[in-house]
C-alpha cells in the first residue's frame, strides 16, 4: 500500500514538473515571441485643442466605427493630462513624441524670444534650409533643430538600422515637424498653394506620390462648395445657437452661421487657400494625404515597424475662431470621426486588423469662450498683453530709472540681463519686484521668478506645469500664468489656450489594436507617458530626454 502511494506521489510529482516545464516553456515561447513580433505600424494621431469631453458630448451623433470604436475595442486613460504650461502646439507635439516635457526637450512654445537673435524664433525655424514644392517667397528654412532630444521614432530608426520609416504630416509645419523627429521624413501644408510641401533638410524635390497628390487640387476642391452641417442643424443640441455674439467672423460682414460659404469668402472677399485651415475641410485633406502616404511609402506591410504621425489640426482652427460650444465645432468633430473611421478601415484592409497600434491624443485643450462663461456669471474675461508690456516698462523706469524689458514672449518677461549688470543691480532682486508688480495687475493669477524656478523643483500644481514648462537657458526671468478662463488678447470672440488649467491641461488619450485590450481606466498619466508606452510595446530604446512612464502596465 505504502509503496503504492509512493509510486502514485511520484508520479503525480513527475506530471506536476513536467507541467511546470510546460508552462515555463510556455511563458518562455511568450518572452520570445515579444522580440520577435512587433505590430507592422506605429499610428500617432494628434488631434489639435481636442477636448476629452467632445467623445461624451457628441457621442449619440458618432458613428459606429470611429471613435467609438476606438472607445469600445481599445483602450481609453480618462484622466490624461499635460503636466507643464504653455500648453501650445510645438510643446505638445514635442512631449508626445519626446516623452518629456518643455524643461527638458526645449521646445518651450510655438515660438519664443532668443537673447542671442534680440528676436522671436518659431520652433520649426532653423537656418539652412529651404522650402520644397513651396511657392517661390516662402520662407522655407524649416526643420526640427529646436528639438534638444530625440522621439520614439528616432530611436525606433536608430534601433532598426534606419530600415523602419517615420513619416510625419499636418495641415502645420510644426504639427508635422515634431513627431518626425530629426530622423524622419515630414509634409504639411503650404497655406499660399494648398500642397504639402517640405525642406531640404528631409529631401531635394518631392517624393512622386507627393506631388501627384499635390496634383489634384484637393484644397481647391475643399473650398468650391459651402460648409453645410454633416446633419440637419436642429440636431446640434450638444451645441449652443448657431447664431451666438461669441464666435469670431471670417470677414465682419459675414455673420459666422452655417452655411459658410467658403467659395464666396474665396472670390468676393479674396481669403487665400488658408481659408481651409479654418473650416472642418482641412482634416479631411490630411486623412487623403495620410491614405497617400501608406501607399506611397508601403507603411504597414514591410518587415519591419514603421510610424505614421497624423496631426489634425481643424479642430484648433475651428476652436479658435468658434469656440468649443459652437455647433461648428461639433460639426468639426463629427466628420472627424468619419474620417477616423475611414483611416480604421484603411488600415484594417492595408495592415491587417490587430497589426497595427495607434493611439490618439491631443497637443491641449481649450477653454469655452470667456465672454460666454462670463454672462454665464463664471468669472473669467482678457488680458491685453501689450498693455500688461506698457505697464511693466513703465513700472521699470519708475522704480529703476530704466527699462530693462526686452519682450514679453510664451507668458515670460525676457530682461536685458546686460543692461542689468551695468546699472548695478541684482538679477534676482529685478525678477522678485517685478513679479509683484505683475501680481497686482488685474487678470495675472500667479507668477514665478527665473531664480525661484532654477534652484527649486515644483512637482505638482500649476507651480509644478509652470517648473516643467520653464527652460533653464530659453525661458525668460519671470513667467506668469492667466486667471482662469482668462484668455490674452484684446478680441471678445473665439478662444484661445496655452494656460495651466484643467480645460486646457486634460487631454484624450486612446490605445488601439495590436496587443492592446479593451478597456478604460482613471488612474492618472501624463502626455510624456505616451513614448515610453509605444517603446516598450516595440521593444526600442527610450527617447533621450524621456521623464514619461510606460503606461503599459494599465493595458493588461
Ligand atoms: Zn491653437
Known amino acids: 500500500m505504502k509503496s503504492l502511494a509512493i509510486g502514485i506521489l511520484a508520479s503525480v510529482l513527475m506530471l506536476m514538473g ?4 510546460l508552462i515555463a516553456q510556455e511563458q518562455s515561447d511568450e518572452l520570445h515571441r515579444f522580440y520577435e513580433e512587433k505590430p507592422a505600424l506605429v499610428v ?61 526637450h526645449g521646445a518651450i512654445g510655438n515660438s519664443w524670444f532668443v537673447r542671442e537673435l534680440g528676436r522671436g524664433m518659431n520652433v520649426i525655424e532653423v ?11 516662402y520662407d522655407g528654412s524649416k526643420g526640427p533643430g529646436n528639438l534638444l532630444t530625440t522621439t520614439f521614432g528616432d530611436e525606433l530608426r536608430l534601433h532598426t538600422n534606419k530600415r523602419s520609416k517615420v513619416v510625419s504630416m499636418s495641415r502645420k509645419d510644426r504639427g508635422a515637424i515634431i513627431p518626425a523627429g530629426h530622423l524622419g521624413d515630414a ?60 464666435e469670431r467672423r471670417y470677414v465682419e460682414e459675414v455673420p459666422p452661421v452655417f452655411p459658410h460659404n467658403l467659395p464666396v469668402l474665396v472670390e468676393e472677399y479674396g481669403l487665400d487657400p488658408g481659408l481651409l485651415s479654418y473650416t472642418a475641410f482641412s482634416d479631411e485633406l490630411l486623412l487623403e494625404f495620410a491614405l497617400a502616404a501608406i ?48 483611416l480604421l478601415t484603411h488600415l484594417d484592409e492595408h495592415a491587417g486588423e490587430g497589426n497595427y497600434l495607434l493611439f490618439l491624443t491631443s497637443d491641449h485643450g481649450a477653454p469655452h469662450v470667456p465672454e460666454y462663461l462670463t ?16 505697464a511693466v516698462r513703465a513700472f521699470m523706469t519708475e522704480t529703476w530709472g530704466e527699462d530693462f524689458l526686452l519682450a514679453i514672449s510664451n507668458f515670460q518677461l525676457y530682461f536685458d540681463h546686460a543692461a542689468i549688470d551695468r546699472a548695478g543691480l541684482e538679477h534676482a532682486a529685478v525678477e522678485v519686484k517685478t513679479t509683484r508688480f505683475l501680481l497686482t495687475r488685474n487678470g495675472v493669477a500667479g507668477a514665478l521668478p527665473a531664480n525661484v524656478l532654477a534652484f527649486n523643483e515644483f512637482t505638482r500644481g500649476i507651480r509644478g506645469w509652470v517648473q516643467y514648462g520653464y527652460h533653464q537657458k530659453r525661458s525668460g526671468d519671470v513667467m506668469f500664468w492667466l486667471e482662469p478662463h482668462t484668455n490674452r488678447g484684446t478680441r471678445y470672440q473665439g478662444t484661445d489656450h496655452n494656460a495651466p ?29 505616451i513614448a515610453s508606452t509605444v517603446a516598450n510595446f516595440l521593444g526600442s530604446p527610450l527617447p533621450s530626454g524621456n521623464t514619461g512612464n510606460p503606461m503599459n502596465r494599465y493595458m493588461k
Not at 18 to 21: A, D, N, Q, V
Not at 217 to 229: G, K, V
Not at 236 to 242: E, G, K, P, Q, R
Not at 375 to 390: A, H, M, R
Open 18 to 21: 513536467w507541467s511546470t516545464t
Open 44 to 104: 500617432g494621431i494628434i488631434v489639435d485643442q481636442m477636448r476629452p469631453d467632445y467623445i461624451d458630448r457628441y457621442w449619440d451623433m458618432l458613428s459606429d466605427d470611429g471613435f467609438r470604436r476606438l472607445v469600445g475595442e481599445g483602450f481609453t486613460f480618462t484622466h490624461a493630462k499635460f503636466d507643464y504650461m504653455p500648453t501650445a502646439t510645438g510643446a505638445g507635439h514635442a512631449g508626445v513624441y519626446a516623452g518629456t516635457t518643455p524643461s527638458e
Open 127 to 137: 537656418p539652412g534650409y529651404e522650402g520644397v514644392g513651396s511657392a517661390p517667397g
Open 187 to 246: 509634409y504639411w501644408y503650404e497655406a499660399s498653394t494648398g500642397n504639402f510641401v517640405t525642406s531640404t533638410f528631409y529631401h531635394d524635390e518631392l517624393p512622386e506620390w507627393v506631388a501627384s497628390f499635390n496634383s489634384r487640387n484637393l484644397a481647391q476642391f475643399y473650398l468650391s462648395e459651402p460648409w453645410e452641417t454633416l446633419h440637419p442643424i436642429e440636431n446640434y443640441t450638444a451645441s449652443i445657437a448657431d447664431d451666438n455674439p461669441y
Open 295 to 342: 501607399e506611397g511609402e508601403s507603411l504597414g506591410v514591410r518587415d519591419v515597424t514603421d510610424i505614421l504621425a497624423i496631426s489634425f489640426s481643424a479642430l484648433d482652427g475651428v476652436g479658435h475662431m468658434f469656440g468649443p460650444a459652437s455647433v461648428e465645432v461639433q460639426d468639426t468633430f463629427l466628420r472627424l470621426d468619419l474620417l477616423i473611421a475611414r
Open 375 to 390: 454672462d454665464l456669471g463664471i468669472p473669467g474675461g482678457y488680458v491685453d498683453l501689450d498693455e500688461e508690456e506698457k
Open 501 to 529: 488649467w484643467v480645460y486646457d491641461t486634460h487631454a484624450p488619450m486612446h490605445w488601439y489594436g495590436w496587443t492592446v485590450q479593451a478597456g478604460r481606466s482613471s488612474l492618472p498619466v501624463f502626455i510624456s507617458d
